[in-house]
């Protein structure tokens, strides 16, 4: 390397004080491209964890960073052409459709962030109900919940996807390249195949249900009924023919004719387990364009989707109240994970209340974000003792309801940052829900979403409806919480978010703490040990120092629980001279730019 590159490099890693954590100079390494294309660190030690860590990945004009290297290098190949962030995030969400199945796609749903440089925009493409959606829909013949996968497998828990009507709503406001360019990445994929990653395979061998789909044991498992090994070349000749009628109609080769006939059927065809989608129900779907959540966390601006997110909104709790404390001192540790488990309770508490899709239920968005409201929280918050179980709060502003609370969880779930050359940004999280959805593939070569298993199962508790219960055309609460963070001149500073089901509000709030409270690189904020509470016992992360932390907590009266958290947070965080990005290493994930 040149002394020149270092000394680009060390100059990415300065401002902000980013502190890389240990991660030596020496071992970077600058691989070819246009212009700064892709700086990075040299693969740190294997963590405890037994993952390899990465190094930030650095570029002067742009970035992606998305959770598979060939995604990411699609949104890249975009960008590189002069794309815009919303260009590159629609090429690499469908990249992500063929090499990472079980998480995203154009059979599920997603909410998308994007900046334009002046004005923040937070578009819903969450899935709907069908209209003959009922209440009871998740009630057994004996009136109680069904047991989860019960529900889950079929066509019962499909909802209408709204992914793809997101990006073609993203890119007639904000592209500039043409539409069938941005998808030519993901038909040159399909086409001509990609290698199984040993993710993939993973995830196919711990899969029991997958493969009783009869198309999708056809494309992800060998005659012997084992998943295809590790290396073997996958190609999709059936999501190459959906895409290229996309690329040549619309979203409308997808919401009506041939493609929406296979979905009702798929859906409604499945005879243990059936669901009541109809062709209505595709062709009346809408994106809904949503006020955005804001709040303020010390000098900075955080903003994030609204409900039926209920992600943005625990965030900014959880940083309200940590804002009362100084956690740059405390640094990652017990004390820290104390005040983030406390802060997760309270928040988790008047999420399970409070929200749910608002065109159903008035959600008092500002109140449970005031500032006022939230140091009242935090005062509830002892520094040598949990809680326990923490109540709802009484926030201001908020209309009488008569609510009784819920949960609900997408596992199934993927994140992309990008920003592009002219300061434009997408943070857009993208789920089917559990891993592979419905477990129901289509004619079409894509996985249908379970998002109606967000919804909660028993309608009615203590006399009182629910307010996440299902209805026809209601979107189920998520927890996804794309982020972007803007600094005190109100410019776009960073963009964050993570997969993992209501754990993602805990991921997002950690990261963040990480970068703006202890001045870490994203790629350090991202790899650091998991901790939080749902509102029950404390979860640190097993296999990380976390697990040190335990018998600490356990003084101060927390029920302690180690458990895997597999995050996987994409942070791109913007410098005086380019950007630097971080992909989780507990995934394959890579943040890359030009």
């Known amino acids: 390397m040149s002394a020149r590159d270092r000394s680009t490099i060390q100059k990415f890693l300065a401002p902000r004080g980013f502190a890389p954590a240990g991660l030596a100079l020496a071992a970077l390494t600058l691989q070819a491209g246009p212009g700064l294309a892709q700086v990075m660190l040299a693969p740190a030690p294997e963590a405890q964890t037994g993952r390899t860590a990465k190094g930030p990945g650095m570029a002067a004009r742009d970035m992606v960073a998305a959770a598979n290297p060939l995604a990411a290098q699609a949104g890249r190949e975009i960008l590189a052409a002069g794309g815009s962030a919303a260009d590159a995030a629609i090429a690499v969400q469908l990249v992500l459709n063929l090499v990472e199945p079980q998480s995203s796609g154009i059979g599920g749903g997603a909410f998308m962030l994007f900046w334009d440089g002046q004005n923040l925009t937070t578009l819903d493409g969450r899935e709907t109900a069908p209209a003959a959606a009922t209440p009871e829909r998740f009630l057994g013949p004996d009136g109680k919940p069904m047991k989860f996968y019960d529900a889950v497998v079929g066509g019962r828990s499909v909802g209408v996807p709204g992914t793809l009507k997101l990006l073609e709503m993203a890119h007639q406001r904000w592209g500039k390249l043409p539409w069938q360019q941005v998808i030519e990445p993901a038909i040159r994929l399909a086409d001509d195949g990609f290698t199984i990653s040993p993710r993939l395979n993973g995830l196919l061998t711990q899969e ?51 493609v929406a006939e296979d979905i009702v059927s798929t859906v409604t065809g499945y005879t243990a387990n059936p669901g009541d989608m109809t062709l209505q129900d595709l062709a009346s779907y809408r994106v809904q364009e949503r006020d955005p959540v804001c709040g303020a966390y010390r000098t900075y601006k955080v903003c994030g989707m609204g409900p039926p997110s ?30 983030m488990a406390e802060a997760g309770r309270l928040a988790f508490a008047d999420r399970a209340l409070f929200v749910a899709d608002p065109a159903f239920v008035s959600v008092p968005v500002r109140g449970l974000v005031d500032r006022d409201y939230l140091k009242g929280r935090a005062a509830l918050v002892k520094p ?112 964050v978010g993570s997969p993992g089901g209501s754990l993602i509000i805990n991921y997002v709030a950690k990261t963040l703490v990480g970068i703006l ?18 509102n029950g016992p404390t979860e640190l992360e097993a296999g990380t120092e976390a697990e040190g932390w335990k018998a600490a907590l356990e003084a101060k009266g927390h029920e302690v629980k180690l458990i895997e958290q597999n995050s996987g947070i994409h942070a791109i965080v913007r410098t005086p001279t380019g950007f630097v990005g971080g992909a989780d290493s507990r995934r394959e994930g890579v943040a890359i730019g030009n």
């Open 208 to 258: 029991k249900f997958l493969q009783n789909d009869p198309l999708a044991r056809a494309q992800y498992y060998d005659q012997d009924g084992k998943p295809k090994a590790v290396g073997t070349v996958l190609k999709s000749p059936d999501f190459a023919r959906t895409l290229r009628a996309i690329a040549d109609k619309g979203s409308s080769a997808f919401y009506e004719g041939a």
């Open 310 to 339: 209920s992600g943005q909104i625990a965030v900014q709790q959880i940083l309200g109240i940590l804002e009362t404390q100084d956690m740059a001192a405390l640094k990652p540790g017990p004390d820290a994970a104390h005040w």
């Open 384 to 495: 040598d003792a949990s809680m326990g179980k923490a109540k709802a709060g009484d926030p201001p502003f908020q209309k009488t309801f008569l609510w009784a609370p819920s949960d609900g969880i997408e596992k199934g779930t993927s994140h992309i940052s990008i920003v592009d050359r002219n300061g434009n940004a997408v943070s857009m999280t993208t789920t089917i829900e559990d891993g592979f959805g419905s477990r129901l593939m289509t004619k079409g070569g894509f996985l249908l979403n379970n998002e109606l298993t967000d919804f909660s199962f028993t309608p009615v508790e203590d006399g009182k409806p629910v307010a996440n219960r299902v209805e026809p055309g209601k979107r189920p609460r998520s927890s996804m919480a794309p982020t972007m963070v803007f600094d005190e001149a109100g410019g776009l500073y960073a963009v």
């Open 517 to 534: 409270d202890w001045k870490l690189d994203p790629q350090v904020a991202a790899d650091l040990p998991n901790m939080g509470s749902r």
